[in-house]
Each structure stands twice: as structure tokens, then as C-alpha cells.
């Protein structure tokens, strides 16, 4: 199991610009997938980004071409920097962490293979105001 911590969150203008990071208590070798998923206010949780360990990444359409996920494998940190920030985009956004593999479709599902446990971060919130 893998403790996950992030950060960054805050409340911004619509066209702002936010980058979270997740800070993990393990090293992410090569067969772990890291991700973001957020949870708008009365809805359930959505996937945002994920990387596999072979670098493979992968985003929910509503953030395509506006979130960037990347990983600092050197500090263990998982970063998302998101731009053009939307009201739509308020959330908690979480950090997940599992084991062989995971995506995100373009519905915005976070799926992980059969079996496998995800490890989840506390969530850092995320305002956007119009």
C-alpha cells in the first residue's frame, strides 16, 4: 500500500491555470499506474488523467488539450497541470495509485485492471469561478 498526499488546489478565475502534485511514501516503478480523478459537488467521481508505467498517457475528453498529467520519478511526485480552467472543472481531485495498468477513457471512466487495488489520496479541492 502506498500513502498518496496532494497539494495545490485552490480557487481561481475562469482561464486560470492550477498544477497539482501528489506526493507519494514509495517509489513508482515501472509496473505501477498513477492517475487523477476529481468528484464534483453532488456527482461521483470521474477520471481526469492517468500514466502507466511505461509512460502511456491517457485523458478524459472534457480536459483534453487543457490538463497535462507528468510524473517525477526521481521524487516520487505526480504533477496535473490544468489550464483554461472552467467552472465545470470545480472538484475534489484525488491521486490514485495502482499496480499493472490503468487509463482513463474519453467518457471520463478511470478503470484499472480486474483484481487490482487502488490506492487513493486524501483530495485536494479545486474552485473555478465564472
Known amino acids: 500500500q502506498v500513502q498518496l498526499v496532494e497539494s495545490g488546489g485552490g480557487s481561481v478565475q475562469a482561464g486560470g491555470s492550477l498544477r497539482l502534485s501528489c506526493a507519494s511514501s514509495k517509489s513508482t516503478p515501472s509496473s505501477s499506474c498513477m492517475g487523477w480523478v476529481r468528484q464534483p459537488p453532488g456527482k461521483g467521481r470521474e477520471g481526469v488523467a492517468a500514466?502507466?508505467?511505461?509512460?502511456?498517457?491517457r485523458y478524459a475528453g472534457s480536459v483534453k488539450g487543457r490538463f497535462t498529467i507528468s510524473q517525477d520519478n526521481a521524487k516520487n511526485t505526480l504533477h496535473l497541470q490544468m489550464n483554461s480552467l472552467k467552472p465545470e472543472d470545480t472538484a475534489v481531485y484525488y491521486c490514485?495509485?495502482?499496480?499493472?495498468?490503468?487509463?482513463?477513457?474519453?467518457?471520463?471512466?478511470?478503470?484499472?485492471?480486474?483484481?487490482?487495488?487502488?490506492?487513493w489520496g486524501q483530495g485536494t479541492q479545486v474552485t473555478v469561478s465564472s
Open positions: 500514466i502507466d508505467g511505461a509512460g502511456t498517457i
Open positions: 490514485a495509485a495502482t499496480w499493472g495498468g490503468c487509463w482513463v477513457t474519453d467518457d471520463g471512466t478511470f478503470a484499472v485492471l480486474p483484481g487490482r487495488g487502488i490506492d
